[in-house]
């Protein structure tokens, strides 16, 4: 393929997609894990509410566009993420943690202290 032939017209043009994000949740003895997948999302677009016991996290990926520079071609979509999960009662919800790191959005929900395993010992008796 050649860039240089392209023309304004030939440009492949995309509007925002919304879509899920891919996620993953992993359980540790004291809290889950929510791993949300945002490839080209910054921290700054990210917004995450919780209403009830539902978590919603929505985010736009940011496509830089150049004033100096002439597009021909166009394959990276501008996408609106869009994830809402309802939390389990055992979610201590005013302990969540959220973190950004390389495209990644990560959630820690603690489990409320009740619902954690513990040892029980055996008095002498």
């Known amino acids: 393929m050649s860039l240089a032939t392209k023309s304004e017209n030939e440009v492949q ?6 879509v899920t994000p891919v996620t993953r949740v992993d359980e540790q ?5 929510l791993t949300v997948e945002l490839p080209g999302v910054s921290e700054k677009d ?5 209403e009830n016991r539902t978590l919603s996290i929505t985010a736009e990926n940011t496509v830089l566009s150049f004033t100096d520079r002439e597009r021909v071609l166009a394959e990276i979509p501008e996408v ?3 994830a809402a999960f309802e939390l389990p009662e055992r979610v201590e919800t005013a302990g969540i943690k ?8 990560i959630l820690t929900l603690p489990k409320r202290e009740e619902v954690k395993p513990r040892r029980i010992s055996i008095t002498a008796g």
Request: no cysteine; hydrophobic share 45%.
């Open 13 to 18: 043009k995309v509007n925002r997609l919304e």
């Open 29 to 33: 003895e004291a809290a889950f894990t």
């Open 46 to 50: 990210v917004e995450i509410s919780l």
């Open 80 to 82: 609106r993420y869009r």
């Open 98 to 105: 959220a973190a950004h790191k390389n495209g990644l959005l």
